[in-house]
């Protein structure tokens, strides 16, 4: 028997029962061909309501087959043997049900689906009950004083009673499970039997035409970019119209077009006049005076878009090829790199200079270390602040005559890394770039020709050094660049890179953070190139 139907059957026979329908529930459980012992249990608590003893024994008798560990199962048929004078088997059912209670004060079989509390006391209760068939008095009143000892809600001064019934040796009635109160299957289960709808309403996810609530199915066809266009053979059936006139949008809903446009109608239906259209990629209501039938036939051989609105096609870009990388024998040729960044860019970030008017950092219009002495000579301390932005950012103070190499070394006592590994840059007026400090061209120079104002910011890099390998010159990247192959160079927007080699018209070879590889030269610019370094690392 299939569990959803034995599930069904039980549902009905306690619905049954809740409507005191005794022969209707009996009929429903006789249905069930493989009952449980809980199911078993309802059948005979069904026979108890109508005064069949025998067979309410007999279904407790096969609950308790199918669970014997199942004390109100005991509880329930030592009450039905008392009824029936067997008074041997019914004191055994109290010793298996308290037994079974496993020394617990009470059972809850709410979980089970039975709204109903088991006390120990009750137990113990019937089995004083049973003494008093007996006419075993002075054992029942034993039983009676253990039971008034245990603890448990539900009993009131019911045990007051049957003490002063005992000592006037009157039989105690015995206590069963009350009428209508059996196990019933769990309210999930009983909700799962109601027939689902698991895949719904079709609903429209993408579509071709703007807010589209069409919930159909439809053969499928070809796609193609832009709206859907069915085809026809001339004029009279096509969905496309003309607009005779200009309209002006004059409420909610409706759409401003010019005259002598395409549209396309979205549907038949016409709401005081107007109809909905599909014009540029929105949809709205025009009216219907103003709109003819359009000619869509166009020339064999002819295959451009021939209607602007809708969706508009996707662009025709190609990424840049991969170079093959040239042997190391062979250096690739130089070649010019623009002058200037792309305009989005210039306009977005840098100010373009101009390559007839220098940066004026001072009035004066002497070299920048004249006029850095200078400054130097007016300020009333002699040493610098440092801002070194490494992982993190640190300060140091220093003298102005401090040279780069020293500089170096103090720095990189500072971060505790070794100074040969450590990278110095700076940033001029008005650039991005972040340009080595010191090297063979300078090594003679101080702090004082980067200082301004008593302070210096210097950039810091951990990066091993460049053996043999010249730098051309720099660059600052556009865009992020994530690395396509292992010989690829990954940076990040902003960052500056070393170039190292011009592969072709379209790649690169460059030098950033300690890594060496090829990238797109569209993805940087050169900031300035009449500005080269061949400084060596």
Same mark, same amino acid.
């Given at each position: 028997?299939?569990?959803?139907e034995l ?15 005794w022969?209707?529930?009996l009929a429903?459980?006789?249905q ?9 249990f309802?059948?005979a608590s069904?026979h ?17 087959a ?5 004390a109100?199962?005991f ?5 039905v043997?008392m ?7 019914a ?6 049900a ?24 009750q137990v ?6 049973v003494y ?8 029942a009143r ?6 008034s ?7 009131g001064?019911q045990?007051?009673?049957a003490l002063d ?10 206590l069963?499970v009350?009428?209508g109160?059996?196990f019933?299957?769990?309210?999930q289960?009983?909700e799962q039997l109601?027939?689902r ?6 609903k @429209?996810?993408?579509?071709m035409? !703007? ?7 439809? =053969? &499928?066809?070809?796609?193609k #970019?832009g709206?859907?266009e069915?085809?026809?053979e ?6 496309y119209m003309?607009?005779?006139?200009p309209?002006?949008?004059?409420g909610?809903?409706?759409l401003?077009?010019?005259g002598g446009v395409m549209?396309?109608?979205f ?5 005081d ?10 949809r ?5 005076s ?7 036939k ?21 990424p ?12 690739p040729p130089?070649?010019? @790199?623009?002058?200037?960044?792309? !305009?989005s860019?210039i306009?977005?970030?840098l100010? =373009? &200079?101009?390559?007839?008017e #220098? ?9 920048p ?19 070194v ?9 220093v ?5 780069y190499?020293?500089l170096?070394?103090r ?6 890394q ?5 990278r ?15 090297g063979v ?10 200082a301004e104002?008593?302070?210096?910011t ?9 053996h043999?390998r010249?730098?051309?010159y720099?660059?600052v990247?556009l865009?992020d660049?994530?690395?396509q192959?292992p010989?690829d160079?990954?940076f990040?927007e ?11 018209e ?7 953070a300690?890594n060496?590889g ?8 050169r900031?300035?190139?009449n500005i ?6």
């Amino acid at each position: 028997m299939l569990y959803t139907e034995l599930l069904r059957l039980w549902n009905e026979a306690v619905r049954a029962v809740d409507a005191r329908d005794w022969q209707g529930a009996l009929a429903t459980l006789d249905q069930i061909t493989e009952p449980t012992s809980r199911i078993l249990f309802v059948t005979a608590s069904t026979h108890l309501a109508l005064g069949q003893l025998d067979h309410a024994l007999q279904a407790l008798d096969q609950t308790i087959a199918k669970d014997e560990r199942l004390a109100v199962g005991f509880f329930q048929r030592s009450a039905v043997l008392m009824q029936l004078d067997r008074l041997e088997d019914a004191l055994s059912d109290c010793i298996w049900a308290q037994k079974h209670m496993r020394g617990n004060m009470v059972i809850d079989y709410r979980q089970l689906g039975l709204r109903y509390k088991l006390y120990s006391w009750q137990v113990l209760y019937n089995a004083a009950a049973v003494y008093c068939r007996m006419g075993q008095w002075d054992q029942a009143r034993e039983v009676l004083l253990s039971a008034s000892q245990e603890r448990g809600g539900g009993r009131g001064g019911q045990m007051e009673l049957a003490l002063d019934s005992v000592l006037r040796e009157e039989v105690l009635a015995p206590l069963l499970v009350p009428e209508g109160e059996v196990f019933r299957p769990r309210k999930q289960d009983v909700e799962q039997l109601q027939q689902r709808d698991f895949l719904g309403k079709a609903k @429209v996810i993408s579509s071709m035409i !703007p807010n589209d609530d069409f919930g159909g199915f439809e =053969p &499928l066809r070809m796609q193609k #970019p832009g709206f859907y266009e069915p085809k026809v053979e001339g004029a009279q059936n096509s969905r496309y119209m003309r607009v005779k006139v200009p309209y002006m949008s004059r409420g909610p809903g409706q759409l401003t077009v010019p005259g002598g446009v395409m549209v396309f109608i979205f549907n038949e239906e016409d709401r005081d006049g107007m109809v909905s259209v599909i014009y540029d990629g929105q949809r709205g209501l025009l009216p219907v005076s103003l709109l003819e039938p359009a000619d869509v036939k166009t020339s064999k051989g002819k295959k451009e878009n021939r209607f602007p609105s809708g969706i508009p096609l996707p662009p025709g870009l190609k990424p840049p090829t991969r170079p093959e990388m040239p042997s190391p024998a062979a250096p690739p040729p130089a070649r010019a @790199v623009a002058d200037t960044p792309p !305009p989005s860019y210039i306009n977005a970030t840098l100010p =373009p &200079l101009l390559a007839t008017e #220098p940066p004026k950092y001072t009035a004066n219009a002497s070299s920048p270390r004249k006029q850095l002495a200078g400054a130097v000579q007016g300020a009333e301390a002699s040493s610098v602040v440092v801002k070194v932005h490494y992982r993190y950012t640190v300060a140091l103070s220093v003298p102005l005559d401090t040279t780069y190499s020293e500089l170096q070394e103090r720095i990189a006592h500072k971060l505790g890394q070794p100074a040969a590994q450590l990278r110095l840059r700076q940033k001029q007026h008005g650039s991005q770039v972040l340009r080595p400090l010191g090297g063979v061209e300078e090594a003679g120079g101080t702090l004082m020709e980067v200082a301004e104002a008593g302070r210096a910011t210097l950039w810091c890099q951990t990066e091993e050094p460049l053996h043999n390998r010249a730098i051309l010159y720099h660059m600052v990247a556009l865009y992020d660049y994530a690395a396509q192959g292992p010989e690829d160079l990954e940076f990040s927007e902003g960052d500056t890179i070393d170039i190292l080699g011009e592969v072709n018209e379209e790649w690169l070879e460059g030098h950033c953070a300690g890594n060496i590889g090829i990238f797109p030269s569209c993805f940087a610019y050169r900031e300035n190139p009449n500005i080269t370094e061949s400084s060596q690392l």
